[in-house]
């Protein structure tokens, strides 16, 4: 499509998107009066007007019905998180079994990785991406250790070629294949958090599956916003964060994906608790433990059903739209926002420089700009006129314009904002 750089052209774009209305179903801090333009998504989602009710619900039941609420409330909490199996099993590509949703991403990924790394003297290598983020590298190094080996020699990071910012897919399965036997497990985040890089989880699940490998992802910049097969692509397990794409509230609860053919593999080791233990026995507190089938098999304590809440009606919400149309969106809005990048690029003396792939099936709702000649009292402008972005230093910006609540008109006035800064003196 041939975009402009008016008003009037994003308004029309507006006029034509069937997820338009979405806009005001959720909550946007204000500036000045006016809602502000949030890029900020791919780090905490914004509220969804309808998230309080679910919350209040529980509030409500919990006074008038106390302990009985386990049982006897609207939606009882003692199986709570059985309500995500569906929606959420749909939005990363799994069977509802394979699905759970408890604790928070790195504590789940510690959890995953006592079933799903279990070294030996010979198998014990771990591959992951360089730059991973921070909570992954320093779960891998307290991980290695606790096993006994050595990090520097146990964790392998693929690495950019000079030059480069993205990580070749080649590169990665030449790593994997290059130190094969010895490889035991590859956790890489799905898609990258610095770069917005999408990786093709299917082919390197694939190649570590060929070395004999377990092949697990974080998926906390994937989940909600890229297509996800994982039951098809044969992923061990996966975890994410819900409070990113997904809308759930800060610091919220995690979603888990574990693989069909492992649910009634009894070697693995799981740590366990009871709300892992088969639903019709959890109540007669007999000392053996007997897994529920599937993902819930991996739960282990009581329900925090008051963060569970926001989560539901957030996953309640992408399944009345379903992944195909958000994604639908997020590309035409992701190159609008590349056309207007370029526009000003044009405009101005400052150079950019958006290092996220140009290529679609390498990109999602996320563009990371190099802002070259300009420093941190542009991030300064831009926050104070109501754009909210992420600023990295020496300066560069994250701009992830969400499909749910980011509009067309909203890329156009950002563009404007932007070269208006560039320009103040
Ligand atoms: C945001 C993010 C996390 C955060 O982990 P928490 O345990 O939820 O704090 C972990 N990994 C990646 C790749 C992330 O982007």
């Not at 949030?38 to 529980?58: C, H, M, W």
């Not at 520097?152 to 399965?173: K, S, T």
């Amino acid at each position: 499509m041939d975009f402009q750089n008016t008003r009037e052209f994003a308004q029309q774009l507006d006029a034509q998107d069937k997820l338009h209305h979405y806009k005001n179903e959720f909550i946007f801090p204000q500036v000045n009066g006016r809602k502000v333009i949030y890029f900020t998504g791919n780090s905490l989602g914004l509220q969804p007007k309808r998230t309080k009710a679910y919350i209040d619900e529980v509030m409500d039941d919990w006074a008038k019905l106390a302990v009985e609420g386990h049982f006897y409330a609207e939606k009882p909490w003692w199986d709570y998180h059985e309500r995500f199996a569906e929606p959420l099993s749909k939005i990363v590509g799994a069977l509802p079994s394979e699905v759970t949703v408890m604790n928070t991403l790195t504590v789940n990924l510690h959890l995953l990785m006592v079933s799903f790394y279990r070294p030996t003297e010979k198998k014990y290598k771990i591959l992951c991406e360089s730059k991973a983020f921070p909570s992954d590298q320093y779960m891998f190094e307290s991980q290695v250790k606790f096993h006994g080996f050595n990090p520097d020699d146990a964790i392998v990071e693929i690495h950019r070629r000079e030059g480069e910012h993205n990580i070749r897919l080649e590169d990665i399965l030449a790593k994997i294949e290059e130190i094969g036997e010895e490889l035991a497990l590859v956790l890489i985040g799905g898609v990258n958090y610095y770069t917005g890089q999408v990786f093709d989880i299917k082919k390197i699940t694939e190649a570590g599956h060929k070395v004999g490998a377990y092949v697990g992802w974080d998926l906390a910049h994937a989940a909600g916003n890229i297509k996800l097969d994982l039951h098809d692509w044969e992923v061990d397990f996966a975890a994410w964060c819900s409070y990113k794409y997904m809308n759930s509230g800060p610091g919220n609860a995690s979603g888990c994906f574990i693989h069909e053919i492992h649910h009634d593999n009894y070697e693995l080791n799981r740590f366990s608790g009871w709300w892992g233990q088969n639903k019709e026995r959890r109540f007669l507190m007999e000392p053996k433990f007997s897994p529920e089938k599937g993902a819930n098999g991996w739960q282990i304590s009581n329900l925090p059903v008051l963060t569970l809440a926001p989560y539901l009606a957030s996953v309640e919400m992408f399944d009345e739209v379903g992944m195909n149309a958000l994604i639908e969106k997020r590309n035409q809005i992701t190159a609008y926002l590349e056309f207007i990048l370029h526009e000003i690029d044009k405009e101005v003396e400052s150079t950019f420089e958006i290092i996220t792939p140009k290529n679609q099936e390498e990109r999602a709702s996320q563009l990371s700009v190099f802002l070259h000649g300009e420093g941190r009292e542009l991030f300064d402008y831009l926050m104070k006129n109501g754009v909210i972005t992420d600023w990295r230093e020496p300066n560069v910006i994250r701009l992830a314009p969400v499909p749910f609540y980011c509009s067309f008109e909203d890329m156009y006035e950002f563009g404007q904002i932007l070269k208006a800064g560039i320009q103040a003196p």
